[in-house]
């Protein structure tokens, strides 16, 4: 099949350049449409498991037995016939009668509505009291987490059912404070799980690509964390739920529960233990009732354990976490960019340097960066693994951690305005209206729970006030600039119904939602295949042609960066070694370091069938950078000169491009 010419390679008439760029396969050859696949829903999931099927069944029949219990009643639950006490089961009586000559299956059909509304209110306190705390100390982390964990960590030495009798003891006998008091108990559990899963969730890369939209910390935990913890907090109120009615029926058995004469289950067997000897039916139907329905409840969440396993979630990582949203962007100098250099740069990063936050101090990651990227322009970072350009990008987009990461010096500005030192507002407000992300691994990118017409609106909707149908309307126009074919229908899909590329179609859909002025696209096919790849930067090019945006591409792929960017910015030990326009650093490089990336680049040098080759050496690790050029142990040009061991050499002019290195004339030759 005759290859198409392609659009940069052609231009630049370089040979290495469409020697990289003939790597990529024609265009169209395949299809990433996806078809929908088979949408189960949560009860079908619970049936199709055996205790799940079990424990749904007799939940249910205990709920329906909850609601019409007292109508079902055949007699009078509170009616005492003292010529009828303690008479064993029989037809007039199936559960027999109690002291009082009260019938017991009527109190026990009348019974379970207490019962199961203690249960119900118990973990409504717990869910309302813990839920709350544990998002608050997985959101804001240090001295708030701290403190909140410690208190439960005491809450948690108590045993449950003497935790549970101070809290009664204290409030007085009654149901409402059974229900308190089960409640209480049981918020370290939910505070618990629920820090440890909005952990896990705000690792994700969806909320940071909700972040880098602007979206709120309330909005991002409404739309994005809640729905994601909810099956796991479903599973949990259902385990729970047993337990608490466990809890609730032993304050009922010490007497501290119901009073009398409403009958409970927990209280009917506290009032049947005079006669566990000579009548033990009394107690033995209200806790076959109360057991059952533990274990309902029990087999119930396990099903749900297993739908909703968190090992099973994709992405169960435990790091960066967002307090920093609603902090200031970073402990930087709040300098713009100098006014000259930086007019009409849509982004512009002036002597940037940044640095690791460790035990030992700060660690350089980044160490005086100069860029700039104008409107329309595409400009790729490329370098090898841990040489600070993702660090970089991630601060250009306003999404450095300050936790984690200080920017000590230097200015960054977006389209004129400085990114440093905003208040929360402003740097959301920013990001908002002037910078898209797309991340490299879209499936991550895209909340699972919500469909894709959910996220869009609510990227289009951020900072607007536009009505539904406006906001639908854009996002089909969205959509439609993806060239997603169908946009009505895929707007009510979820992001699992999608291939690979077309999640990645999505996600730039939803970072262009604002008209932002600057991409920021960190990998952004790396997980696709190279006919998908080839597919979205080209997608990615038309559309920066139509918008006049900028973009940054950070990616390890010289081929694409031939193909597809203007300027080129190598990047090693944290520092900018040669950058230029891409037709000028990688036809002829002039820093060592470019050149061996060239060479190991596929499709370069000794042809097909050749072995790649690998740049000698390893990278030097943060904070442990040699003196003098950081290159110099893998440099084949220094070869001992003294000067390449005594100082760093600064980016100079040389050959239209900006290099690096003492000797960078040496390539000319
Ligand atoms: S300055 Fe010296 S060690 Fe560094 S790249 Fe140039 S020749 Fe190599």
Redesign the pocket.
């Known amino acids: 099949m005759a290859r198409p010419a392609h659009p940069r390679a052609g231009d630049a008439g370089m040979s290495l350049l469409q020697d990289m760029a003939a790597g990529a396969p024609p265009l169209a050859a395949k299809s990433d449409a996806a078809l929908p696949r088979r949408r189960w829903t949560l009860p079908r999931r619970i049936l199709a498991q055996p205790k799940g099927a079990i424990g749904l069944t007799l939940v249910v029949l205990y709920l329906l037995l909850a609601v019409f219990g007292p109508m079902l009643a055949p007699q009078d639950a509170f009616r005492q016939n003292f010529a009828q006490t303690l008479r064993p089961p029989s037809a007039a009586h199936w559960f027999g009668t109690d002291q009082l000559g009260r019938d017991v299956f009527s109190r026990v059909l009348v019974g379970a509505r207490a019962t199961l509304g203690i249960g119900v209110g118990g973990v409504a306190v717990a869910f309302l009291i813990g839920v709350p705390l544990g998002i608050l100390a997985a959101w804001r982390r240090g001295w708030i987490e701290a403190v909140l964990m410690r208190a439960i960590d005491i809450m948690l030495s108590f045993p449950d059912i003497v935790f549970a009798l101070a809290v009664v003891a204290i409030l007085g006998a009654n149901t409402q404070n059974v229900i308190i008091a089960v409640g209480v108990v049981a918020v370290p559990v939910f505070a618990r799980t629920a820090r440890a899963v909005t952990m896990s969730i705000l690792a994700e890369p969806y909320i940071e690509g909700s972040a880098a939209l602007g979206a709120s910390p309330s909005r991002i935990i409404l739309r994005h964390v809640l729905p994601n913890i909810s099956g796991t907090l479903l599973t949990l109120s259902t385990l729970l739920f047993a337990s608490t009615l466990l809890s609730a029926s032993g304050l009922g058995f010490l007497g501290l529960g119901t009073q009398p004469p409403f009958p409970e289950w927990g209280t009917m067997l506290g009032e049947s233990r005079s006669y566990i000897r000579s009548h033990p039916y009394l107690a033995t139907f209200p806790g076959l009732f109360l057991a059952v329905s533990a274990l309902a409840f029990n087999l119930l969440g396990e099903a749900l354990r297993v739908i909703y396993d968190p090992t099973s979630r994709r992405g169960s990582r435990r790091a960066p976490l967002f307090a920093f949203l609603r902090r200031r962007s970073a402990a930087a100098p709040a300098t713009a960019p100098d006014g000259d250099s930086a007019a009409g740069n849509a982004v512009s990063v002036k002597a940037l340097r940044m640095a690791f936050r460790t035990r030992d101090g700060l660690l350089d990651v980044v160490r005086g960066v100069d860029l700039a990227i104008r409107p329309g322009r595409t400009l790729a970072l490329v370098g090898e693994s841990g040489s600070g350009k993702s660090t970089l990008l991630r601060a250009i987009g306003t999404l450095a951690n300050p936790q984690e990461v200080s920017i000590t010096q230097g200015a960054i500005g977006i389209d004129g305005e400085s990114a440093l030192g905003l208040p929360a507002a402003a740097l959301r407000a920013l990001r908002r209206r002037k910078i898209g992300v797309v991340f490299q691994d879209a499936a991550s990118a895209l909340n699972p729970v919500l469909t894709v017409g959910a996220q869009l609106a609510e990227a289009v909707r951020a900072g607007s006030r536009l009505d539904n149908e406006a906001v639908r309307q854009r996002c089909l126009a969205l959509l439609k600039d993806v060239r997603i074919a169908d946009p009505e229908r895929r707007l009510a899909m979820y992001p699992h119904q999608f291939s690979g590329g077309m999640k990645q179609r999505i996600v730039i859909a939803i970072a262009l939602a604002q008209d932002p002025q600057v991409l920021l696209a960190d990998e952004p096919t790396s997980a696709l295949d190279v006919t998908i790849q080839q597919q979205i930067l080209v997608l990615l090019r038309e559309i920066q042609a139509k918008r006049g945006m900028a973009v940054l591409l950070v990616t390890h792929d010289l081929g694409l960066v031939a193909r597809f960017a203007d300027d080129v910015a190598v990047m090693y030990a944290g520092r900018i ?1 040669e950058s230029g326009e891409v037709a000028t650093v990688l036809e002829r490089p002039l ?3 470019t050149l061996a990336l060239r060479a190991s680049a596929p499709g370069a040098g000794e042809g097909r069938g050749q072995p790649l080759r690998s740049i000698p050496g390893e990278p030097p690790l943060i904070g442990q950078f040699p003196a ?5 142990p893998r ?1 084949p ?2 070869q001992g ?1 003294p ?2 061991a005594e100082r760093e ?1 600064d980016p100079r002019t040389v050959s239209g491009r900006q290099v ?5 004339e ?1 390539g000319l030759s």
């Not at 003098?628 to 110099?632: A, H, I, K, L, N």
């Not at 690096?660 to 960078?664: D, E």
């Open positions: 070694v820093h060592p370091y003098g050029c950081t290159f110099r440099c040009r220094t000169r000067d390449c050499p690096a290195c003492l000797f960078a040496e």
